[in-house]
């Protein structure tokens, strides 16, 4: 192991960072409670108001470990993209998993007056988006997978993907054409991302997918490391390049359709945390990058949802508005500074 | 030199390209012997499928006819990673962007013998020392790749392919793009790890007159012919007479060189 | 003879009256009538100490409605009814999430229950807008994203939500946590009484089962007069406007449509079936309509001259020419709500007053519109 004594004090930082974020997180929201309420609530006692322990264990507290939960996940997701199609625009929507999972969304919610009697019953259940969602997913998933065992080239696989994209997106448009505003507005809202409201049962479910999301990411380490000097040099030193590319697409549909089911789409994210990652690691060493990832993309979601919500009142921004604000900006400036090596 | 163990045999190999539709062959009847403490050059014209015979000797390709056998095993039986102990290869397309160090990037031929993640112990560590000082580099170890000159990174490139300790080392035409100096230092380095550290190296190549000085066996692809042999004897029997097609271009036996009329 | 037939009359009568007895004592077995007459989507059952409501179309399409239970102090819940929402009533605080809810809270005398809203300044009327600006009334986000903590924090006794289907998150972290969400489906009415009708439903959450009837009755006998007088003729009516490339004309069988129909009018549309709207093109409209006489409810258009800006086309209707076109929008609240959107749901008699104003004058000389501008 290459450890140096920056990377180090690098991650011992980190680690701190995501922990004090954590804590601010839950301590802040619409609802002002003192910090010392905060704590006697986290440490099992009961704060001043009832009203107030249910709000910091039963709502703030879930939705901080669903952003963490959020963050790392997509950040891998990115990762695992920039790396497999060598290209530092890719998130982990970029086959256009995301754009499966708003499809089915939109059906659900803008199509169902369009649906026969007996399909209505299930549009209009409890866990309709969050199946929706996954079903959306999967098939774009299946899709990709086909596609990708036949094909050879790589870039071919992102190119469909991206199709995939414009396809879905194209069908949404017209099913918000025939909808109503209600309908509409419900469509808009989970399309803008939402880290709260999660139960749970429905956060164990999430924990349990991420993690396997991540075993399947951790064991790409080494073939990622090998495919930084091209396909060719990988295959000559044993890797196993078909079943590699698999692997990643997998972990990263496991990731990601998970996350866009429970949280909607969340964007920029996966695109901007590896990025960050390597400018401050200032490696391609996929060992470090692989927990460096995980820590900026848990910092970084903790710290957006902690500024959606304008302390104090009752309006909260959605949590894309705030990760576009962030990640536009952090694009340009790495599209400016195109230097060969930072340029990955 | 006949005492040397033989690393790679290939018998009666026919080497080209089938598809559904038809069969193309690039060349057959072809027959090699490569030994350890050897460095042999293959050389031939433009289109003639040192390409493709290269591709086929590395495990890419499959051989449409023959046999061809890797310290003694049928390279078709070998799967991906027993292969990459017995043989590292080294190209001249340009690396994928990236922030890899030299030796980070030396370090990454450990990767046939590391642990599921890559991790480097004292062995790793010691091969890429040595592999790093048989290439006179260690002086760049912690340079990033992008921004050492192209005949170094050649050199680095040569490391990595040491450090991953293979008996059989191919090289897609490292010469090109260097200048005299450079291609001579290259074949005098590649000569010496062959003789010094019993490795067995193949390379393509487009120098002629270079190859035919600095290299143990020489291997001429022609659409007649395939020969393989030392270069004495390759010129004695007058092999490059008719290596290209231009009658205006012969080889000149007292010059040792070809010359253009 | 006298004393046989008296003596058949008694035993028939005794008889009867066996028969009815055991009927009356218990409360569990026997359904008391559904006490709605308009409302579709509402059923309310009276027993002793309890209530029993049911909202049967929550939202357009809805196969399985919701049973509340509204439980007066003192009195038990049976068994039967134990698995569905229990409400203890009357309440004491309450959040409700639409502006047509504001005006039942105010007509039964309970507004200043009302602990929060979300999007405070959409609501126009001047009782409750005292409240808000007084700070009683907290701002609980938007209607389609609660804020979740400031809902826990305010812990109000109910809130009368209302979804376009179950999967909504917020709502269901707020059930999860104890609170009780009772699901207000009377935007999915049509009828302009059965609109109204829903008072009933805040009536019976503050135990003001009475006189939510007693203002209902009273709504119901102005609008039935009003409807009651015949007309000679009847004007040609047109509604809505142009949204980007669609003029959304409310169907035959919507709220809109089935009030032109009481007021006497001609709406040049009503034969068509549903109770949405049909996204027509402007040719389509300017076709049918060209000579309508009226032009109703221009969506949010407040002037003749914001009109031919947004689109000139619009002066070639006829209702234009002869500047007959009545909007909703230009009477607002003091912060920006509409009162039309607010207060028209409960009280149609109005609405069909002013309507009636507008299609036959004669019939009410010196009336003011109470919702409708005519546009200048």
């Not at chain 1, 359709?257 to 490696?283: E, N, S």
């Not at chain 2, 260690?138 to 990595?160: C, P, T």
């Not at chain 3, 003596?7 to 028969?19: D, E, G, M």
């Not at chain 3, 039964?108 to 609501?123: A, H, K, M, R, S």
Request: aromatic fraction near 10%; glycine fraction near 8%; proline fraction near 4%.
């Amino acid at each position: 192991m290459h450890h140096t004594k920056r990377n180090s004090i690098l991650f011992t930082g980190l680690g701190i960072f995501l922990l004090v974020l954590f804590v601010l997180n839950i301590s802040l929201g619409s609802v002002k409670i003192p910090l010392q309420d905060v704590f006697t609530s986290l440490t099992g006692g009961n704060a001043s108001k009832p009203a107030w322990d249910y709000i910091i264990l039963n709502y703030r507290l879930p939705k901080a470990i669903t952003a963490m939960l959020v963050g790392m996940g997509l950040a891998m997701g990115g990762l695992l993209m920039q790396t497999l199609f060598r290209n530092p625009l890719a998130g982990p929507d970029v086959l256009g998993l995301s754009s499966g999972a708003s499809l089915g969304v939109a059906i659900v919610i803008l199509g169902s007056g369009l649906v026969p009697g007996i399909a209505a019953s299930f549009f209009l259940s409890s866990y309709s988006i969050v199946l929706a969602s996954t079903a959306g997913s999967f098939f774009v998933l299946l899709a990709v997978l086909a596609v990708a065992q036949r094909l050879r080239d790589t870039m071919a696989i992102l190119i469909i993907g991206l199709m995939f994209s414009s396809f879905t997106g194209a069908i949404v448009s017209v099913l918000t054409y025939f909808s109503t505003a209600e309908q509409l507005q419900k469509y808009t809202f989970w399309a803008l991302g939402s880290l709260g409201n999660l139960h749970w049962n429905n956060i164990a479910i999430l924990f349990v997918v991420i993690i396997i999301g991540l075993v399947l990411s951790a064991l790409c380490i080494k073939p990622l490391d090998a495919l930084l000097l091209g396909e060719r040099y990988a295959k000559s030193m044993g890797i196993n390049f078909k079943q590699t590319r698999f692997t990643i697409i997998l972990a990263t549909s496991l990731l990601t359709g998970c996350i866009t089911a429970f949280a909607g789409p969340v964007l920029f994210v996966g695109l901007v945390v590896p990025h960050m990652a390597k400018l401050l690691f200032k490696t391609s060493n996929h060992k470090i990058l692989f927990w460096a990832t995980l820590l900026i993309g848990g910092v970084l979601v903790l710290l957006c949802d902690i500024f959606t919500q304008l302390p104090g009142s009752a309006f909260v921004l959605p949590i894309n508005a705030i990760t576009s604000i962030i990640g536009a900006p952090v694009v340009v400036s790495l599209l400016i500074s195109k230097r060969k090596g930072i340029f990955n | 030199m006949d005492t040397f163990k033989t690393v790679l045999s290939a018998q009666q190999v026919s080497i080209g390209y089938s598809s559904k539709k038809e069969i193309i062959t690039v060349a057959n009847n072809i027959n090699i012997n490569l030994k350890a403490n050897t460095l042999t050059a293959l050389i031939g014209a433009n289109g003639i499928g040192k390409s493709t015979l290269l591709r086929t000797l590395t495990g890419i390709q499959k051989p449409l006819a023959g046999i061809i056998t890797l310290n003694g095993k049928d390279l078709s039986s070998f799967t991906s990673a027993e292969l990459a102990q017995q043989l590292s290869i080294v190209l001249t397309e340009s690396l994928p962007p990236s922030n890899l160090t030299v030796f980070e990037l030396v370090a990454l031929g450990r990767q046939p013998y590391t642990n599921w993640v890559g991790s480097l112990f004292d062995d790793d560590l010691a091969k890429i020392d040595s592999a790093l000082q048989l290439t006179h580099i260690e002086h760049l170890s912690n340079k990033k790749h992008f921004e050492i000159s192209d005949g170094q990174l050649q050199k680095v490139l040569i490391a990595r392919a040491l450090a991953q300790d293979t008996p059989l080392i191919i090289l897609d035409e490292p010469t090109t793009h260097l200048d005299l100096l450079h291609k001579v230092n290259l074949l005098r380095l590649l000569k010496n790890l062959a003789h010094n550290a019993g490795k067995c190296i193949l390379y393509s190549t487009h120098d002629l007159d270079l190859a035919l000085q600095l290299s143990d066996e020489t291997i001429v692809m022609s659409k007649e012919n395939f020969v393989q042999d030392t270069p004495k004897n390759l010129i004695a029997n007058k092999v490059f007479d008719m290596l290209f097609d231009d009658p205006n271009i012969f080889f000149d036996e007292n010059k040792n060189g070809f010359v253009v009329r | 003879m006298k004393n046989l037939f008296y003596l058949f009359i008694f035993t028939l009568l005794a008889v009867t009256s066996c028969k009815n007895e055991p009927a009356a004592t218990s409360v569990q077995t026997v359904k008391t009538a559904n006490s709605i007459k308009y409302a579709k989507g509402l059923q309310v059952y009276k027993y002793s100490g309890i209530t029993v409501v049911k909202v049967t179309q929550p939202w357009p399409d809805a196969t399985d409605g919701f049973t509340y239970v509204m439980q007066q102090k003192g009195t038990i819940v049976p068994d039967s009814l134990k698995k569905y929402t229990v409400v203890q009533v009357p309440l004491k605080s309450i959040v409700v999430t639409s502006t047509t809810h504001i005006p039942s809270l105010e007509m039964l005398g309970v507004e200043n229950t009302l602990t929060g809203f979300p999007g405070t300044d959409y609501i126009s009327s001047e009782k409750t807008r005292a409240l808000i600006n007084s700070g009683k009334v907290k701002e609980a986000g938007a209607s389609e994203s609660l804020n979740t903590e400031v809902m826990l924090d305010l812990n109000p006794d109910a809130v009368v939500a209302f979804s376009i289907n179950s999967s909504n998150k917020a709502l269901n972290t707020l059930e999860q946590s104890g609170m009780k969400v009772l699901y207000n489906g009377d935007w999915t009415e049509q009828s302009p009484l059965g609109k109204a009708e829903w008072i009933k439903f805040f009536g019976v959450l503050y135990g003001m089962d009475d006189k939510a009837n007693e203002l209902f009755s009273k709504i119901e006998k102005d609008y039935n007069d009003a409807l009651a007088q015949k007309v000679s003729n009847k004007p040609t009516a047109m509604a809505g406007a142009l949204y980007q490339d669609q003029w959304y004309m409310p169907q035959g069988g919507s709220w809109g449509a089935l009030f032109l129909k009481d007021a006497g009018a001609n709406y040049l549309w009503a034969d068509t079936e549903g109770t949405g709207s049909l996204g027509l093109s402007f040719e389509n409209v300017l076709d049918k309509a060209q000579n309508a006489d009226v032009w109703i409810g221009p969506s949010q258009f407040t002037s003749l001259k914001e009109m031919t800006d947004a689109n000139p086309h619009y002066s070639q209707f006829k209702s234009f020419k002869n500047k007959q076109v009545y909007s909703y929008s230009n009477k607002k609240g003091a912060t920006g709500g509409l009162i039309y959107f607010e207060l028209a749901p409960n009280r149609p008699d109005l609405v069909l007053k002013d309507l009636i104003s507008i299609f036959h004058p004669e019939m009410l000389p010196g009336y003011q519109l109470q919702f409708f501008e005519k546009l200048k």
